[in-house]
């Protein structure tokens, strides 16, 4: 139990995360607290998983080096897809399935011990973000590929931990002797069109028991959290060009159409619920001041706590388009091209992963710290370095970010944490990030990730009463709504695939279509 300092603590964070950021929250929350909640009885299985993990390390951490000397954008993973796929050969997993969902960089491994049992997925990322290289030392300089591409959000170390999960998991079976599945999902595009997306209106994740992930962060931490549903929208306007100064009255600003769109957007607001978030660029707005645009663009973004408030809110603003176009005598044409659903939390799971994080032998050297220091020290922060202990168990709080983790835990019993490979204070899509996932911090989180999701993927396989508990809590939550993918039916696969993985993988405009992954999985016993 929690005493009452705790829920002061967890009261204000609760506020400070649904208005501030989550880094300064964790930092607040570290200074303010205990040193850790009440100990717990490590878990059976924490010790073999440690030694599981120990067996499989220098995999784990060359998937992470490699992965983050060759950081690649989003769908243009085909290094980093690759150094993954290696890797699950050499351990004997099967590849079933490349080019997955339509997306070239995407893939589906497995291995597979006895008959039946009980399947297992881990969800490993890899792309990484523009303007983010950096080396790996605690001031801003180029990295192996200079500042250009960069991971900044730290998905060399999530896709190592994932994936090296996987491995240490398979050791722990074999030596046990225990039946199952366990099944490794390539998941590319995470941080522009996220291919768990695609997977999930496939029905990839269905047959699991429970899918578990992780990702970098400034803390040690997991709990209930929610994160928001989201809608994408590519808004666009067509009107008719003439010269600005001599006859105006032939044209029709198809920026005027994108301006009303956005000041339609701002009368909204006083009516939308606090838990709303409506946020937009204009990608195409003309050239020249004396040419009237005959096109122009917006791309806006709708997030909500739940899939059914973004839907509500994404239909108003459909109006509002449609709306601006009338008043403007332009037309319009609107691409809603992604969405994702809000991450359903699952008790059962976070408490066996709670239980697992706080078995870890959690040590930061001197010069780790020191470098987390540095960069703190770079960034105007205060020094406080990386965070030394586990926090307690998060309460359910609903956040303004969004994650494609949320289409597959509409699917499956899914969980996730996160393990400081980052300094106090330090948000995500930072230099920082980089550069400490460069280094011995970053093996650190590949590693401990790796540990965790090992122990509590055995606890599952072996545990059916878990199992059951998991299963039960979703039910719950999911409350008897069926899954229904954010996705148009047209949208085959994401914007910004390279022509030549197109070409590689096979695609519509060759007249071959993509093998479907969830047959290959169907046709299995």
């Given amino acids: 139990m929690m005493d009452d300092s705790f829920e002061n603590i967890f009261e204000t964070s609760r506020r400070s995360l649904l208005v501030g950021s ?17 100990s717990k009885a490590a878990p059976g299985s924490a010790q073999a998983a440690r030694e599981a993990v120990e067996a499989v390390r220098d995999a784990i951490l060359r998937i992470s080096h490699e992965v983050w000397n060759n950081p690649e954008l989003s769908l243009h993973e085909e290094i980093s897809s690759e150094i ?21 960089t995407a893939f589906i491994a497995e291995w597979t011990q006895g008959e039946g049992g009980p399947k297992i997925g881990f969800l490993p990322e890899y792309d990484a973000l523009p303007g983010l290289g950096n080396a790996a030392e605690p001031r801003q300089t180029p990295g192996p590929g200079g500042v250009e591409v960069g991971h900044g959000c730290g998905h ?18 074999i030596d046990g002797g225990h039946p199952g599945t366990i099944r490794v999902y390539g998941c590319a595009a995470e941080e522009t069109e996220g291919a768990k997306v695609y997977m999930a209106r496939d029905g990839l994740f269905n047959d699991l028991d429970a899918c578990l992930a992780w990702h970098p962060g400034p803390m040690n931490a997991t ?3 929610r994160t928001a549903a989201a809608d994408m929208l590519r808004v666009r306007y067509k009107g008719r060009t003439a010269h600005a100064g001599v006859d105006p009255w032939e044209g029709r600003s198809a920026l005027k159409g994108a301006e009303l769109f956005g000041t339609g957007v701002q009368f909204m607001r006083e009516h939308l619920k606090p838990t709303t978030r409506l946020h937009y660029v204009y990608t195409d707005g003309g050239g020249a001041p004396n040419v009237i645009p005959d096109t122009a663009e917006i791309f806006i973004m709708i997030r909500d706590q739940d899939r059914d408030e973004v839907n509500t809110v994404t239909e108003w603003v459909k109006d509002v388009a449609r709306g601006s176009a009338t008043s403007t005598q332009t037309e319009v044409a609107i691409d809603h091209f992604f969405g994702l659903h809000d ?3 699952n008790e059962t799971l976070v408490n ?15 010069e780790e710290q020191g470098f987390a220091k540095a960069c703190q020290r770079e960034m105007g922060l205060a020094e406080a370095g990386l965070m030394p202990n586990i926090m307690p168990i998060l309460p359910e709080i609903t956040t303004g970010g969004g994650t494609d983790v949320g289409d597959v835990s509409y699917n499956t019993p899914t969980a996730l944490f996160a393990l400081a490979t980052m300094p ?46 998991a299963r039960a809590d979703f039910e719950r939550r999911k409350a008897g709504r069926p899954y229904v993918s954010p996705l148009a039916e047209s949208r085959l696969r994401p914007d910004g695939i390279p022509p030549h993985l197109l070409l590689r993988d096979g695609s519509d405009e060759l007249g071959v279509e993509f093998v479907k992954a969830d047959e290959i999985l169907k046709a299995r016993p």
């Fill in 22 to 38: 989550l880094a300064s929250t964790v930092a607040w929350m570290l200074a303010s607290s205990p040193a850790s909640a009440e």
């Fill in 84 to 104: 993954h796929l290696r890797e699950l050969r050499e351990a004997g997993f099967t590849i079933v399935s490349t080019g997955t969902s339509g997306i070239p």
């Fill in 156 to 173: 060399n170390m999530l896709g190592a931990g994932c994936t090296g999960a996987a491995f240490a998991l398979k050791k722990m079976m």
């Fill in 223 to 225: 709990g209930l959290l």
């Fill in 343 to 345: 991450l359903l939390p």
């Fill in 352 to 366: 066996q992963i709670h239980a697992h994080m706080s078995a870890l032998p959690l040590e930061w050297t001197e």
């Fill in 424 to 469: 106090i204070g330090v948000g995500l899509h930072t230099w920082p990030v980089t550069a400490c996932g460069g280094m011995t911090i970053g093996d650190k989180g590949s590693i401990y990730s790796a540990i965790v999701m090992a122990g509590v993927g055995y606890d599952l396989m072996t545990d059916p009463d878990l199992r059951k508990a």
